[in-house]
């Protein structure tokens, strides 16, 4: 999983975007014990990208790095080019999606979906329009999203809304 694309500008003389995410040599020790070792990898954007290994390999704390609430020991993480190693958590444009837990119950399903891009903000209609958009890729596009119901279930069963890592 190593790569280099250290040359950002291409052949032709334009500048390449940086990747979305990358991890440069990052290592990650818990009291001598080592949880990441020298993970160097880069995700462009839009890519779907899955991390698999056999329990304790260091999924979570290679996900909990990205998304701040683990410094690495050593080695550096990017966000679109922005060195963001030390930025505390809630200045990155990171969003995690934990295992369990992960909805608001007392809201609908198209308003669990807004809800990180009413916190930023957006207008809304394309609040409506990127909802709309991804309900769609996870295949619950058809669906009366604006009937006030109850998610309890959705989060309680496996399928879709339990993502393991
Ligand atoms: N906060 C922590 N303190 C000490 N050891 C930890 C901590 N978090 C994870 N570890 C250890 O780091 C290793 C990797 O864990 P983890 O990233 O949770 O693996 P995975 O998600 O791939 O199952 C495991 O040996 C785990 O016990
Ligand atoms: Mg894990």
Not at 29 to 39: H, I, N, R, T, Y
Not at 111 to 125: M, P, Q, S, T, Y
Request: net charge neutral; aromatic share 10%.
């Amino acid at each position: 999983m190593t790569t280099t694309n250290d040359a950002a500008v291409s052949t032709e003389g334009t500048k390449k975007a940086p990747p979305a995410v990358r991890l440069e040599n990052v290592t990650k020790e818990f009291k001598g014990m080592v949880a990441v070792d020298d993970l160097t990898l880069e995700l462009a954007a839009g890519e779907f990208f899955a991390l698999l290994g056999p329990s304790g390999c260091g999924k979570t704390t290679t996900l909990r790095m990205v998304g701040g609430f683990e410094q690495p020991s050593s080695g550096k993480i990017f966000l679109g080019g922005e060195d963001i190693t030390w930025t505390p958590p809630y200045r990155r444009d990171v969003n995690t999606v934990f295992q369990s837990y992960a909805l608001f119950p007392h809201l609908s399903v198209f308003d669990n979906v807004a809800f990180g891009l009413r916190r930023k903000g957006k207008d809304k209609d394309d609040i409506k329009r990127l909802v709309e958009e991804h309900l769609e890729i996870l295949g619950l596009g058809a669906s009366d999203h604006d009937r006030r119901r109850n998610c309890q279930a959705a989060s309680n069963s496996a399928w879709p809304w339990r993502v393991r890592w």
